[in-house]
């Protein structure tokens, strides 16, 4: 079964315009950790947002907030004030604290691009 | 520090030959982690070291894959032999794993094509 998914392949914004990125996760274990990574289009990963499973509140890093509803399984993330540098491919991760493997699980992905 | 230095950055080899990927992870990282990129499967781990031990192989495609850490700042991802659909990129990524929240930094990546 897939731990993380993300629903939309690809996403268009306007410049300057607030995005949301989709992500929902399964899993069993009571503690885990929810990551956001940003893949350029020259390859590297670039973490962006981490939440955690008892963080009461939601995490945010300047324009990048991470809207976390832990009954819903879902850590979508928000980007604001969207810029043509933002168009790249973003993937949601999960790792769980007991029950699961250290190593990152991660979605599929979705490439948004900003558009002037 | 340079960060999670990967070599090499592209890689093209034949069907059938030997290839190796080398990984330095940041200094006074004490994980280690291999993770395979493409359109169909998107990113797979394929191996998880710890402390230099591999404690999660679970992800290795095949005997034809084998990772080795022989020490805290070096690491290696063999392919023999090599097939077409062994083409990806393959990450290397290091952390320093003290609890949930420590994020994993990733290298620039090897793309591989086996042709």
């Known amino acids: 079964a897939q731990k993380i998914t993300q629903t939309q392949p690809g996403m268009f914004v306007q410049e300057k315009e607030a995005v949301t990125l989709d992500c929902t996760y399964d899993?069993?274990?009571?503690?885990?950790?929810l990551f956001w990574y940003k893949q350029p289009s020259s390859g590297e990963m670039i973490f962006l947002i981490y939440?955690?499973?008892?963080?009461?509140q939601n995490a945010t890093e300047g324009r990048y907030s991470l809207n976390f509803q832990k009954a819903r399984k879902s850590a979508n993330l928000v980007i604001s004030a969207s810029q043509l540098g933002d168009s790249a491919m973003y993937f949601c991760?999960?790792?769980?604290?007991?029950?699961?493997?250290?190593?990152?699980?991660f979605g599929s992905g979705t490439r948004l691009q900003v558009q002037p | 520090d340079a960060g999670v230095i990967q070599s090499p950055r592209h890689e093209v080899t034949e069907m059938g030959q030997e290839v190796t990927l080398r990984c330095k992870p940041i200094?006074?990282?004490?994980?280690l982690f291999w993770y395979r990129q493409t359109m169909m499967r998107g990113l797979e781990l394929l191996i998880y070291?710890?402390?230099?031990?591999?404690?999660?192989d679970s992800g290795m495609p095949e005997d034809r894959f084998s990772a080795k850490m022989p020490n805290a700042s070096f690491s290696t991802l063999k392919i023999q032999p090599s097939e077409p659909r062994d083409s990806a990129v393959y990450f290397c990524?290091?952390?320093?794993?003290?609890?949930?929240?420590?994020?994993?930094?990733f290298g620039q990546g090897t793309r591989l094509t086996v042709v």
């Open positions: 200094s006074g990282h004490n994980s």
């Open positions: 990524a290091s952390s320093f794993l003290t609890g949930l929240s420590t994020e994993a930094f």
């Open positions: 070291f710890n402390n230099n031990v591999p404690i999660d």
């Open positions: 939440q955690g499973s008892y963080d009461q």
């Open positions: 899993t069993s274990d009571p503690s885990y950790g």
């Open positions: 991760a999960m790792r769980e604290g007991t029950t699961g493997r250290r190593a990152l699980t």
